[in-house]
């Protein structure tokens, strides 16, 4: 019998239809499902309803939770996870149970596994047997199916936990068989329950996995056996102990569970990037599909596997990573830091870094501690410590950048426009994200880009940070209403979020122009944009020859002319000169001169999402963005002034219901466009070299 099948099966379960209709026998027997934290079950949405569809499966039903020493307890439906075929079941009253160690590990396979669960075995009354098998595990990446090669799935195992014997830990639950192959199975990955986090359930799975890590921690304190214990034999056992020993891990994790959690899987890869920097030579970066906990964080540092080629210096550096993550973890907690978790969280960092060999790692460590006690003191007395980007116009002195989005469209080819999603690095590096070669037609970009732009906003967004978002996008896009995608569509009657709205209303958006990038980075470019990221501001025409009334010039501006006049260093403007035009840049002589004011060095340009027939108020567009423009004192404050006015001026219904000053002041800026085009970021200060990890002194 295997060393994991007696603590297994006590946590593993059988589910069936609710109340009196459930008398223990195989006519009742729907499928199996596991206790991942007290009073949770883990199960596959196929299972805890069998009269519809999994997908169409609403909260709220009934079910009945058999344990292996077959006491009965009524069970409710909590979420359904919708894209997977996985299901959460409350069981009220169960915080008794016994459950297993959810895997910490981003990409668990390829792995061992053994495979368990309850198993119809004869079909007739009474026959269920608990059983087990072994198997391969491959894939379950990103989402995708997990795949179990040489194992057997019997008919009832459906919701069983994928236990991957080296680790000791969930990494899938049992879907079914594969098709036309006995011997090749189907899981879904543990990770995919991370998915809860993007249908408005963060705060039940930050519920669950804090239940789970807490348990376990009481479990280990206790004096009987435990996961963590048993996860201390495996490593002997197979001669790879880890320098970040299960104790640690039990007693971190379940200190996590009682801090804030973070604010998504960008702050978590945030402080993962930030900490295997300061321990790699490789500036290369982790990457993860979405870390939506401070345990899966330690996770993707301790384990090597997760990122072979940036893995730390030998297991002796396990340890030192995970303390000096933890100790960036306290940092990023949000005032005040006076409760029992934080002090304890502190507490454990203090006494880890103070046993650390490694000086500087040890001494980085408590000053991490320091500093966010400091700063959090200045929180307590009404200090502004300044926002660390995004919407606030720059970052405050000091801070750790951020990655935003780039989102680039192709030009047209045979009705098609290939795209990708990328994340944008502090040192102006992309990951791509997700992407069609082949792409759709302009109708359906939106729908096509979603997923990945949801993606990589979550992976974006770090603490108080907020990711924008540039469209790099060929010419004829440019009055694509780009500014009102949604990264998420709102869901039947739910209440609504956040991340429903249109990115624009809550984000930074500008375009970036795919003509512009055949010239590559000039000197004019780079003037352009160091003048323009110190300001101050001022508006200039795009198209000088533009009267009040329209775009019915006789003796329009050449565009030789208009190249000397929009110059960076035009003599005259107060400020530095950032063109504006009360029509759209797409076509026509928009079009022709902003391919001159790029070849002046402008990187900033404000238009509108209109032709040029059909308005008159061009007089009154040219004096409000003047005024908005010289307003803003550089140009990324000007992208968060643009951000606010898109909110004013949003929808004309609204519009109706304000008075006709406010109507006036904000209805110029409706189907307002900011191009914004930087070469790249600037160059991040060197920061101070350490000592190799090998080096211990």
Avoid at 9 to 19: N, Y
Avoid at 323 to 344: E, H, I, M, S
Avoid at 457 to 467: E, F, I, N, T
Avoid at 541 to 569: F, I, K
């Amino acid at each position: 019998m295997s060393s994991l099948e007696d603590p297994v099966s006590r946590g593993v379960v059988r589910i069936g239809p609710p109340g009196a209709g459930y008398d223990g026998g195989s006519a009742g027997f729907w499928g199996s499902g596991f206790f991942v934290a007290p009073e949770w079950v883990v199960t596959c949405a196929h299972v805890v309803d069998k009269r519809v569809g999994a997908m169409e499966r609403e909260p709220g039903g009934g079910v009945t939770i058999t344990t292996c020493e077959d006491e009965r307890l009524e069970g409710e439906i909590a979420h359904v996870v919708t894209g997977h075929d996985l299901a959460l079941v409350r069981v009220p009253g169960a915080d008794f149970a016994d459950c297993l160690w959810l895997s910490d590990r981003s990409s668990p396979t390829p792995a061992d596994v053994e495979l368990y669960g309850w198993a119809d075995t004869a079909g007739a009354h009474g026959a269920e047997m608990f059983l087990s098998t072994t198997a391969m595990a491959t894939g379950g990446r990103r989402g995708n199916p997990m795949w179990l090669q040489n194992g057997l799935v019997l008919q009832g195992c459906s919701g069983g936990p994928v236990i991957d014997t080296r680790h000791g830990s969930v990494i899938g639950v049992i879907k079914g068989k594969g098709q036309g192959d006995a011997t090749i199975g189907r899981a879904e990955p543990v990770t995919a329950l991370r998915t809860l986090c993007d249908q408005g359930a963060e705060s039940l799975w930050a519920e669950v996995i804090g239940a789970h890590d807490r348990h376990h921690l009481r479990r280990f304190e206790g004096s009987g056996d435990s996961w963590p214990r048993l996860h201390a034999r495996l490593a002997v056992t197979q001669g790879q102990p880890h320098s970040f020993t299960p104790r640690s891990r039990t007693q971190l994790y379940g200190l996590f569970a009682d801090v804030e959690p973070p604010s998504g899987p960008g702050q978590v890869l945030h402080l993962v990037n930030d900490t295997s920097r300061r321990l790699l030579r490789s500036p290369q970066r982790i990457e993860s599909n979405d870390p939506r906990n401070w345990r899966e964080g330690s996770g993707l540092l301790y384990d090597p596997r997760e990122h072979t080629e940036a893995a730390l210096a030998g297991r002796d550096f396990e340890q030192e990573a995970v303390v000096l993550y933890a100790a960036k973890v306290y940092g990023a907690l949000r005032a005040p830091r006076d409760t029992p978790g934080a002090k304890k969280l502190r507490d454990w960092v203090e006494t880890a870094a103070n046993a650390l060999e490694t000086n500087w790692i040890r001494e980085e460590s408590l000053a991490l501690l320091t500093d966010g006690d400091r700063d959090a003191d200045r929180d307590q007395v009404g200090t502004d410590r300044g926002s660390e980007g995004g919407t606030d116009g720059g970052a405050r002195p000091g801070a750790a950048a951020h990655d935003d989005v780039l989102v680039v469209i192709e030009p047209e080819v045979y009705g098609t426009h290939p795209w990708r999603v990328q994340l944008l690095d502090s040192d102006g590096g992309t990951t791509t994200v997700r992407y069609d070669e082949e792409g759709v037609p302009r109708t359906g970009l939106e729908a096509a880009v979603r997923q990945g732009l949801s993606e990589a906003l979550a992976r974006a967004d770090a603490g108080q940070y907020l990711a924008a978002v540039d469209f790099l996008l060929p010419r004829a896009l440019f009055d694509e209403p780009v500014d009102e995608w949604r990264s998420r569509l709102p869901r039947g009657d739910e209440p609504p979020s956040v991340h429903t709205l249109p990115i624009g209303r809550r984000r930074v958006v500008a375009l970036r122009d795919q003509l512009r990038r055949r010239d590559g980075v000039t000197p004019e470019w780079n003037r352009g944009r160091r003048a323009t990221d110190h300001g101050p501001l001022e508006a200039v025409p795009l198209c000088l020859d533009v009267p009040d009334g329209g775009h019915t010039a006789t003796a329009p501006e050449g565009e030789e002319a208009a190249y000397a006049r929009l110059s960076v260093s035009t003599a005259g403007v107060a400020g530095v000169s950032l063109p504006v035009y009360c029509a759209s840049t797409a076509t026509g002589r928009g079009s022709r001169v902003l391919t001159r004011a790029f070849h002046a060095g402008h990187v900033a340009v404000l238009c509108r999402r209109t032709g040029e027939d059909g308005h008159d108020d061009c007089a009154e567009f040219y004096r409000r963005a003047a005024e908005l423009v010289r307003e803003a004192p550089t140009g990324n404050a000007l992208r968060e002034r643009v951000r606010v006015l898109r909110n004013l001026s949003a929808d004309q219904h609204d519009q109706r219901d304000r008075d006709e000053r406010d109507h006036q002041d904000t209805a110029w800026a409706r189907h307002l466009v900011l191009i914004y085009d930087p070469p790249h970021r600037p160059t991040l200060p060197d920061e101070p070299l350490h000592a190799p990890p090998h080096d211990r002194r």
